[in-house]
């Protein structure tokens, strides 16, 4: 991820940008909100047609689409902006793919505040902010989170489904602990229609969730179980417990306490799967993966990006005989599958 | 700057990585906050060592350096972390050009607020701030830039000292408008022992370049004139008049203003010299200067970076014969040398 330089010297390029790499933020996020994307691909692609479009001023939406441009998110051609292949695929808001809402929890104020705090949490070891407790409730976050981050599941959630063979169409019983938006245990309802799916959130954030399951046609297969990983009765005889993105919000001996539940309501035979950043043992590789570190740092009181030797010994202490890893193509987490 | 997806299938990893690049911001800022470049300049390369150096938690600043380490400014072996050539040159406080103090600058509060409101400045066409209007006085921002930016200016200050033959010895009267620091007078009344300077800027801003002049030895031939560059009398018969970063921050006819006041303290066959961010006309090369224009959209009511034709008009109406443009090597900025 490092610029490298093109000549042999020393040069604060690198340095300079990213001290101001936060006004790339700011401008995405601007382009995103302000929608400029989807008025480019309906044909106002002129500073003065974009400006009618997105009511804004010309003189505002000509240097924001030139600052999109240098940064590689648009492209222009004799005053006329046009939008990349990423662009059109991932900004435009009448594209499938659209990525456009995770701008809201990616540059949600709590996060933002917590980054501002940095070396503060350096020098403590864990978040600066009070609320770095992820056991306990913070529906307002997470509700954000499950209405703007939902679209991103989509590969890694349909690489589960193949991953536990949910196409087959074996009835079966599948927990979804920390569902959110519940998209990674809705795919697996909508590719097998047999599966049962119990979904675990603080309630606010599993009305979410039962949305995207009536929309998606498996609302009567879909039970919500509103509550506490760390308190709520789970039930057992599950085939699958699926834990995404959940364990890097902890310490380890929290980590244990929750696998061990979940080893209680695996029936025998079944697998946990959990999703996760998991990086090298270097932690420094591969980047995507090692970077969330320091979100967890910025942001919680003992979280972390756990490597896998990590979670094989979490995972084997809580009971299950063996953990593989599977990384998700073209996306920076992996799969870890533990069977019971 | 465009980060290239090495694949043929879209991927929203540049997206993602710029909507969550406030994070590389604030673990740069954080990192030279508490020092790791120096300590680790120092020796303490370990985070446990690292962690007592610097007063930090081991985990902290483990988190932390493999952060750095991943973004280029670290590099990390067997657990051991090094600098890389452009830290050790640029953010280790014992090398002689650290520019680690810009980060004070560029993380400024008052910079991040705007970018924060920065969709409401593109519906605007200006700041969403309510104190755009640089012509006021603003002493503290401008305090804290003299006090961080000196060290990034050494490039440009000698550049122009080359360009105006400074080192001739030849007697010269030069006025420095919104010195800031003072460190582009400085540097010419270094070069050339018969150069006197004036400077100009809010009172506050001058106590640190006149600190800057007597530290540099040209205090005798330093003078003072605070107050506003468009209400105070400049004298005249100027040899020189530097203009460094000061046009952005305002509309054309303010800085046609500007300009003619300068074109009157000029004695003929002087000139005007002016140091600015100059994008191509087609406004997003190069890189860094095009980009400029958002941080005038962002904290300014219609500042810009403008460009070599735009400024020849202006410098022209105002009455100058003739102006050059002249990049500094290895540097974004460019010096246009206007003759009267």
């Known amino acids: 991820m490092a610029a490298p330089t093109p000549s042999n010297r020393p040069n604060p390029e690198h340095i300079f940008s990213t001290l101001t790499a936060y006004q790339q933020s700011a401008a995405l996020k601007a382009g995103i909100e302000l929608d400029v994307f989807t008025a480019i691909a309906d044909g106002a692609n002129t500073s003065a047609a974009l400006a009618l479009k997105t009511n804004t001023a010309e003189r505002g939406v000509r240097i924001l689409c030139d600052y999109l441009t240098i940064h590689g998110f648009l492209t222009k051609e004799a005053e006329r902006y046009a939008l990349t292949m990423e662009s059109a695929v991932f900004l435009n808001r009448h594209s499938p793919a659209c990525l456009a809402s995770m701008a809201e929890f990616l540059g949600n104020p709590w996060h933002k505040k917590n980054f ?17 407790d992820n056991t306990k409730p913070k529906e307002e976050l997470w509700i954000n989170f499950a209405r703007s981050m939902a679209p991103l599941t989509a590969p890694s959630a349909e690489f589960i489904a193949g991953l536990i063979g949910a196409a087959g169409g074996k009835p079966c019983k599948v927990l979804d602990i920390a ?3 519940g998209m990674y245990g809705i795919t697996v309802a909508k590719r097998n229609p047999n599966a049962q799916i119990v979904a675990l959130d603080w309630r606010g954030v599993l009305e979410v969730a039962q949305e995207n399951a009536r929309k998606l046609g498996v609302a009567d297969r879909y039970t919500a179980k509103p509550g506490s990983a760390f308190e709520t009765e789970f039930g057992n005889g599950y085939d699958f417990v699926l834990l995404t993105n959940i364990f890097h919000h902890f ?8 696998m061990r539940r979940v080893h209680a309501a695996v029936k025998p035979g079944g697998k946990a799967i959990t999703l996760e950043f998991v990086p090298n043992e270097d932690r420094i590789s591969p980047p995507v993966a090692a970077a969330f570190s320091l979100v967890m740092l910025a942001g919680t ?8 030797s990590q979670y094989e010994k979490m995972f084997g202490n809580a009971g299950f005989v063996k953990t593989t890893l599977h990384p998700v193509p073209d996306m920076p987490q992996q799969v870890l599958v533990s069977e019971k």
Chains 1, 2 share one sequence.
Do not use: I, N, Q
Request: aromatic fraction near 6%; glycine fraction near 16%.
């Open 116 to 132: 501002e705090m940095l070396a503060e949490a350096v020098r403590k070891g864990g978040t600066a902010s009070s609320d770095g």
């Open 179 to 181: 569902a959110g938006h």
């Open 251 to 258: 310490d380890v001996p929290t980590c244990g306490k929750l």
């Open 301 to 308: 009181d003992a979280g972390d990006a756990y490597t896998f």
